[in-house]
């Protein structure tokens, strides 16, 4: 039973038909089969049971009629409000959150993924451990003479220490444990991504389902995982796309947003999202056949601020342009994106026109200069050799001119480091 409160007045989430077709998609793509919905219009949300009490007393004999075994919120509950609900309803209740959660640890496969998921789930649920040990009181002492006490023996007796405390004890422990992990993961795909300063690199970043992994098969033959479902990719691949003419750029696909992705979830995924974080261009990939890409390109911005990406150059991609029927959608799609490109990964129409694109991109990054400096100068021939390409050398007595394709903004780094620009 998929459940949302829309604030009265004008509402930016959900999408313009159904408020709750991401919720009904993710319950999906979990797993779940749903059997109803329900939206409750309030001006601000109940403290106690977030839709209100006579409204909870409808859902529960709604899930009774329908037979749900389970209530998923599209918003973020506490624990209060979730135990509430639970009591009325007689059934377990999820918010969006929890939900998000668990299909990222269904599609989790690689070490450093399950690490990331595990420590958003604990972050999630450490504040909303319960007292699940009432049976068990007090375990370590328990006040001098009980029963419980007498068990503990000679020098346990004390005020004794509740299980629910063992349990944030320990769950903290596992939380830096996994950010230690998590922390040295990070500092290496840093690295591994800081070395490739010799390649134009480009990532894909957009709305889950918007065919970033179709279109990183269709460009690099990559062979990603393509399934119409929500984060079909959760783990960074990154392949070399040949772009033609002798230039090749390195080109990562990443995992999809959604609306209001937990912001644990991208603090912990923030590991996998390097390659958009330190990449030269990002590729927008906008659902236009999607009736909701509105809002979707909205969610997609927010994360990326989040992320601190804003300010790296980016092309607006339109994909699925052979499905989006609706022209007056996809007019107000191009009114927004200025001059961006429409393609179909699927078909491949347009896809000449997207690296002509990056070409131009790089052409404008990089440029062809002769460089003349000293044939002793090994420092300045180790910076060149690493930050761009040496094409040719040419020595003349202690003089050693350079043919080098060099980024335009370490142009003035090279002459620091004694190198004459000789022509460009």
Known sequence: MLVGLLARGPHEGGTKYDPLAELAALSEAAGAVVV???????????????????????????????????????????????REIEKICARRVIDRTELILDIFASRARTHQARLQVELAQLEYTAPRLRGMWTHLERIAGAGGGTAAGAVGGIGTRG??????????????????????????????????????????????????????????????????????KLFATLDTKTRRWDLGGGQVALLSDTVGFVRELPHKLVASFRATLEEAIHSDLLLHVVDAASHDAESQITAVESVLAELGCQDIPRINVLNKIDLAGEESALHLLRL??????????????????????????????????????????????????????????????????????????????VVQMGGQVVSE
């Open 36 to 82: 109803g919905r329900t939206l409750q219009k309030r001006s601000r949300p109940c403290p106690g049971t977030y839709i209100g009490s006579g409204k909870v007393l409808e859902l529960a004999e709604y899930v009774r009629q329908k037979d749900a075994d389970i209530i998923v919120f599209d918003n973020e509950l506490t624990p209060s409000q979730i």
């Open 336 to 413: 927004r994106l200025e001059s961006a490109v429409e393609i179909s990964a699927h078909t491949g129409a347009g896809l000449d026109h997207l690296g002509e694109r990056i070409l131009t991109m790089m052409r404008h990054r990089y440029v062809r200069v002769t460089v003349q400096t000293e044939a002793a100068n090994g420092r300045l021939i180790a910076y060149i050799s690493k930050q761009g390409h040496i094409l040719g050398r040419e020595y003349d007595s202690d003089l050693l001119r350079l043919d080098c394709r060099l980024p335009t903004p370490e142009l003035p780094r």
């Open 159 to 228: 005020p004794g220490e509740r299980q629910i405390e063992i349990d944030r004890r320990i769950v903290q422990k596992r939380v830096s444990f996994l950010r230690g992990q998590i922390a040295h993961i990070d500092r290496r795909r840093v690295r591994e991504v800081k070395s490739r300063g010799d390649y134009f690199t480009v990532s894909l970043v957009g709305y889950t389902n918007a065919g970033k992994s179709t279109l990183m098969n269709a460009l690099t033959d990559a062979r990603t995982v393509v399934a119409d």
